[in-house]
């Protein structure tokens, strides 16, 4: 099974993404921003308890700017694919 990275995971295109990416049949991983006040609803559809046996989409903490815990993330998870779609969103 082809695993895929995708950072801004639950922004739109993140979210459309990881759709599309488990509907082939891939294993997803995100990152998520643990500081900030995040909103899941994208995804919440896609999630299940990653104890389930047949969870495919796992959620890691972590941020952009920091480059060890991104290491960290992509030695655990050993992705086939990297699709970074984070950015800053500043709309109020």
Do not use: C, W
């Not at 609803?41 to 959620?59: K, M, S, T, V, W």
């Amino acid at each position: 099974m082809k695993k895929a990275l995708i950072t801004g995971i639950t922004g739109q295109d993140g979210s459309y993404l990881a759709e599309l990416l488990l509907s082939k049949g891939y294993e997803v991983h995100g990152i998520i921003r643990r500081s900030s006040v995040f909103n899941t609803a994208r995804i919440d559809h896609l999630y299940r308890d990653p104890h389930d046996p047949e969870a495919r989409l796992f959620l890691h903490y972590g941020d952009l700017s920091d480059g060890t815990g991104l290491r960290r993330i992509l030695e655990k998870v050993e992705p086939d694919e990297v699709y970074n779609l984070a950015a800053q969103s500043h709309v109020k």
